[in-house]
């Protein structure tokens, strides 16, 4: 049981370039979310999905998109990488239940924009 | 209304000792408040989580101290080792099936 699995785990990108983080999940959970990691800011939510078909915006959504055409990918896109978007990204899946919604985090990846 | 603010930014405790991590929320809503542990290169894991309507919860080593009137919660871990050095995130949400709001972290160092 692999969990979530993101990659690539270290990228380096020009400023202006467009990458994709992927991110998959075999769980079967409905919540997919990926987050940025920044030193003092701890885990702001970027983009979040409640199923296939749905995304939504999290609380820092501009530069970024996102798409759910199945249950276990939720690929996060940068549009025109920007020195602001060095950062250390996590997917994340979860299926809330009445006890609490437990989120299960992929192992991070790096990325820095010159 | 939506923030988790946690307390310290980093705490360096020997072993042995007693750390305490606080934090606080503004939203009467919230009523699942989790914690997570991330060591070095890792993505942050489920330590223990409560609900609003227990005042304290422990597994192992670590308890939970919830105050709902104060609006407050604290993480405490018993006989701290060098193997708990890691950041720790409190969290909040609303309902179940809500976002999850993180505080800021601390930075956990356990010196031999």
């Known amino acids: 049981n692999a969990g979530v699995t993101q990659t690539p785990k270290f990228q380096v990108l020009k400023t202006g370039q467009s990458m994709t983080l992927q991110c998959a999940q075999d769980?079967?959970?409905?919540?997919m979310s990926w987050y940025r990691q920044d030193p003092g800011m701890g885990l702001r939510l970027i983009h979040y999905s409640v199923g296939a078909g749905i995304t939504d915006q999290g609380e820092v959504p501009n530069g970024y998109n996102v798409s759910r055409s199945t249950t276990e990918d939720f690929p996060l896109r940068l549009l025109s990488a920007a020195p602001s978007q060095t950062s250390v990204y996590f997917c994340?899946?979860?299926?809330?239940?009445?006890?609490?919604?437990?989120?299960?985090f992929g192992e991070g990846s790096w990325l820095t924009v010159v | 209304q939506q923030q988790v603010k946690q307390s310290p930014q980093s705490l360096i405790v020997q072993k042995g000792g007693i750390p305490i991590i606080n934090c606080a929320y503004e939203?009467?809503?919230?009523?699942?408040f989790p914690w997570y542990q991330q060591f070095p290169g890792k993505g942050p894991a489920l330590l223990i989580a409560i609900r609003p309507d227990v005042s304290e919860k422990k597994e192992g080593r670590f308890t939970i101290s919830f105050n709902k009137s104060a609006k407050q919660f604290s993480l405490h871990i018993m006989d701290s080792q060098p193997g708990d050095s890691a950041t720790y995130f409190c969290?909040?949400?609303?309902?179940?099936?809500?976002?999850?709001?993180f505080g800021p972290g601390t930075s956990l160092s356990v010196i031999p």
């Open positions: 969290a909040a949400s609303a309902a179940s099936y809500d976002k999850v709001i």
């Open positions: 994340a899946s979860s299926r809330p239940s009445l006890s609490g919604n437990t989120i299960y």
């Open positions: 939203n009467t809503a919230f009523d699942y």
């Open positions: 769980m079967n959970h409905e919540y």
